[in-house]
């Protein structure tokens, strides 16, 4: 990892920091301990999904179907623990599989068959849902306290399922940024005809970031049930635009071959402050809507803006944090 | 030339008036009629052109009314690079073109068509989305208030395709359908269908079968008969002589000669092609050739490669030439797995069994590499660093414990290859997108010199770059030959071939038309033999 990152994972946190002081000022109740107990509760889901899709955009594709894969990945869960009475870590285990065979599916049918993953992953969108809606008859099933423990809090009012998720996102980071595994990703997005040629394979690898991120959202399915103490077919709609959301915020660009989980993490948190403190002071749903929208556009420009000029309020952050390069 | 001052000549034809275009005046000088004589359809006085080299240098040419002039001359000599500021795709750096007498400044190739000069592009143009009739017309598609007038543009595309012999073809139909032949002759359709003054055919045939190379002969002569100059550009001799009146030889970007085309043979074409002032380097001699390490028989790949075999040994550098288009890129890229085979195998060593090679990985497991022609596009990772581009291929090298990368031994890789074959970058951290084509060359290099596979396969190694890094190149290539590794070098410049090879093998027209070694090798014969495949009309 350059130092380059750390200026930039620099940047954001002032962001964020920034964030919680601007509501904060606005609204005496937000910097409690319930609000933050409630970003705290959001996160989790998200971010665990956000880390899968930021490999899948790294690698030059898209994931669509995330929102709907957790909604069906949520409802045989609930079908697992309640109908079948599963224990919570074979029905999760189900959970990570479901997922993960919905991304590989995605993953093999788009690398293999050449159809983009965008086109691909839009059907999985569908199918994926339409199946949730089928194995629980549309029906939302209570199922109580067995999994309702991932979300309750163990240490600094923090849940297991945010240590879990953070366990996720620093090893996705570390896979990324260490492995081998990762590096091959990086130069897929780069130039996929230059791996190929370097004798390289590019297509296990892309199929299998495919299977990853279902296995991530599979995760994610049971950090959001887990919360919301039932599973609930329409669970997640609207989820892949959040995390491609929180993915751009961080940085990582949508052409591929550039990208940090960590930075992911990072708007992963900022749309979760902002959505919670718009919540806060009293915004209406549509005022959330325009303002969330604005900060990405503006986060994607500023970005752009970044990687095309030297000097830029983002790149000014920076520096504040950059150490001087090694040689 | 707008910006440049224009040339002025001392022209002894009855044009005492000095030029003094201005383009604010609104009017030239030369369009009172000051000439006494008709003027020539097209003249160019000493035009040069130069991007980091000279392609152009202080070429003069003219074409008569009815005239089919033809354009010779080896890779690089500069003839479509002449045909493109001809029709404004590139604009000259000095000199000057005059058109019926009036001068000549094509600013576009739309300009350039409305003055009457028409070109049909060595590459193929065609939309395959549109259909026929639309890529015939696509810049003056005929239409009423905004909307094409589909009736009036098919009944146009009907004449200009029955013209070409492609009267039974659907104008409405798709033309990303037709073949490779039929999209040429729908461009060369499109060309002819326009009110030219001047038409320029750039390798036209290339594409063609014998009978639609025929009919395009046909078509050629009717357009003369119509007082039309037409400029024919094309390696294949038999049909220069067949349809050209004269011949303009180019080399080096200079115009040596120009012929009619009865008097001249081509033996003496090719002589003046190859040129005599470079001389020829004496052999390297001595290096022995080792065990044969790699064989490629009856390999065939597209329309490209349509026969080759030859055979690697260990410790010599095999050179690859040919004309742009016989097939060598292909014939690497096939023997390496980056485009698919049609036929023909490659074998390792003196093994029975042929390698599979579906994909470069297979390739490269068999200690195949190959630096690609292209580094851009099938090289370059442009914002990574210089160690992760030179890494690429030998990542699992640095890893331990089944993927996890050692950072320091993979710097340590990067740092060593850097001072080993002077790769200039700042750290080894700086993206390779901002070093010179020269080092972003020795980086692709070197990431096949980390593999140390058995064979290295270089397509235009030293393409591009400034003469000291071809200079690390020729080393690194000695140093390879001297390990023992076998060698293949493609490259379009003789003379660095000749100072380099242990030997050289001549491609033409998708076959190996030739193998020279050092005591027997000239520029005429080499370049002979590259021509060889193109010269008799009874290809296939």
Known sequence: MTTKRYGQYGAMVVIWVGLLLFFGALSTNFLTARTLDTLANRVPTLAVVSA????????????????????????????????????????????????????????????????????????????????????????????????????????????????????????????????????????????????????????????????????????????????LGSSDPNAGVGLELSAIAAVVIGGTSLMGGRGSVLSSFFGVLIIATLEAGLAQVGATEPVKRVTTGLVIVVAVVLDAWRHRMTATPLTFLQRLFQRSPPK | MQ?????????????????????????????????????????????????????????????????????????????STFARVLCGLTRADGGQLRLDGAVYVPRSKRQAEQEGVVMVLQELNVIGALSVAENLFLNRLPRRAGFVRFAELHRRANQALARVGLSGLDPAG??????????????????????????????????????????????????????????????????????????????????????E?????????????????????????????????????????????????????????????????????????????????????VYLGREDRPLVIDQPADAVLAGIGMVPEDRKQDGLLPAQSVRANLTLATLGRHARHGGWLDPESETETARDFCTRLAIQCASVEQPVGELSGGNQQKVLIARWLAREGRVLLFDEPTRGIDVAAKDTVYQVLRGLAAEGKAVLVVSSELPELMALCDRILVMSAGRVAGEFLPGEWTQEKITGAAFSGYLNAAQD
Not at chain 2, 186 to 200: F, P, R, S, T
Not at chain 2, 269 to 292: C, F, N, S, Y
Not at chain 2, 323 to 336: C, K, P
């Open chain 1, 52 to 227: 899968g899709m930021t490999l899948v955009l790294i690698i030059g594709g898209i994931d669509l179907s995330v929102g709907s894969v957790l909604g069906l990945c949520g409802a045989i869960l609930g079908l697992a623990m309640v109908n079948w009475h599963w224990p919570l870590w074979a029905g999760a285990l189900l959970c990570l599989g479901i997922g993960a065979v919905c991304g590989a599916v995605n993953g093999w049918v788009s690398v293999r068959l050449c159809v983009p993953s965008f086109i691909v992953t839009l059907g999985m969108l569908e199918i994926a849902r339409g199946l949730a809606y089928l194995t629980t008859q549309s029906q939302t099933k209570y199922i109580g306290a067995p999994v309702e423990g991932l979300s309750r809090p163990v240490f600094l009012g923090l849940s297991t399922a945010f240590f879990i998720a953070c366990a996720v996102i620093v090893a996705a980071q570390v896979v990324l940024s260490r492995t081998v595994f990762g590096r091959h990703l990086i130069a897929i997005g780069a130039n996929e005809q230059a791996v190929r040629l370097a004798g390289i394979n590019p297509r296990p690898p892309k199929i299998a970031v495919f299977a990853l991120v279902g296995l991530l959202t599979g995760l994610g399915a049971v950090f959001y049930t887990s919360r």
């Open chain 2, 3 to 79: 910006e440049t001052p224009e040339i002025p000549e001392a022209e002894g034809e009855g044009n005492p008036q000095p030029e003094a275009p201005s383009p604010t005046f609104g009017f030239r000088i030369s369009d009172f009629g000051f000439r006494a004589s008709p003027a020539r359809l097209l003249e160019a006085r000493h035009v040069s052109k130069s991007y980091s080299v000279p392609v152009l240098t202080d070429f003069s040419f003219d074409l008569e009314r009815g005239e089919v002039h033809a354009l010779i001359g080896a890779n690089g000599a500069g003839k």
């Open chain 2, 174 to 259: 798709p033309a990303g359908r037709l073949g490779v032949g039929q999209q040429q002759l729908i461009e060369i359709a499109g060309a002819l269908a326009q009110d030219c003054k001047v038409l320029i055919l750039d390798e036209p045939t290339a594409a063609l079968t014998d009978p639609e190379a025929d009919r395009l002969f046909e078509n050629i002569r009717r357009l003369q008969a119509e007082g039309v100059g037409v400029i024919y550009i094309s390696h294949r001799m038999d049909e220069i002589r067949r349809i050209a009146g004269r011949i303009t030889v180019l080399r080096d970007g200079r115009g040596v000669a120009t012929h």
């Open chain 2, 261 to 345: 085309s009865g008097d001249v043979t081509p033996a003496q074409l090719i002589r003046e092609m190859v040129g005599h002032d470079l001389p020829e380097k004496k052999p390297t001699g001595a290096r022995p050739a080792g065990e044969t390490v790699l064989r490629v028989s009856h390999l065939r790949a597209g329309r490209q490669v349509r026969d080759v075999s030859f055979e690697l040994r260990g410790g010599e550098i095999v050179g690859l030439a040919g004309l742009i288009g016989s097939g060598r890129t292909e014939t690497l890229r096939a023997t390496f797995g980056a485009d698919p085979k049609d036929g023909g195998e």
